[in-house]
């Protein structure tokens, strides 16, 4: 009986044709693979090599394959980064919000300028600003 190689944990559609460029089309034949043999093959440590060939052997003989906890990959990776760069500028952006017309809120143009120059209005016996 034959098993599909996409059975196989770790084998996606471009792999499987990478695979099948290089005589492996089966879970069985990719389970009678050596790691060295395997990773020779672009695409493929080492490591990723005795991944694949240990999950194909599991498929192969029947055994029951249970997901276990796997590293991210690059792209999983970069995901997840833009994901927590997009919460923090929200909340930044909430914090903003929070403080606006408040005494607490960054204050810009001429009030600025006045502030660090420590210069105040000048007000005419009414109480008026005078230009």
């Known amino acids: 009986m034959t098993t599909s190689i996409l059975a196989v944990k770790g084998i996606g559609p471009s792999t499987a044709t990478v695979l099948g460029e290089n005589g492996i089309t089966t879970a069985e034949e990719l389970a009678a693979q050596s790691v060295s043999a ?6 493929f440590s080492e490591v990723r090599a005795a991944q694949v060939v240990a999950a194909a052997v599991a498929v192969a003989s029947g055994a029951v394959v249970t997901e276990s906890p796997r590293q991210k990959n690059a792209a999983e990776k970069k995901v997840e980064k833009q994901k927590k760069t997009k919460k923090s500028a929200t909340k930044s952006g909430k914090k903003k919000s929070k403080n606006a017309g408040t005494k607490t809120a960054k204050k810009s143009g001429k009030a600025a300028k006045k502030e660090k120059s420590g210069k105040k209005d000048k007000k005419d016996k009414k109480g ?3 230009k």
């Open 128 to 130: 008026k600003k005078k």
């Open 38 to 43: 395997l990773a020779a093959i672009k695409g």
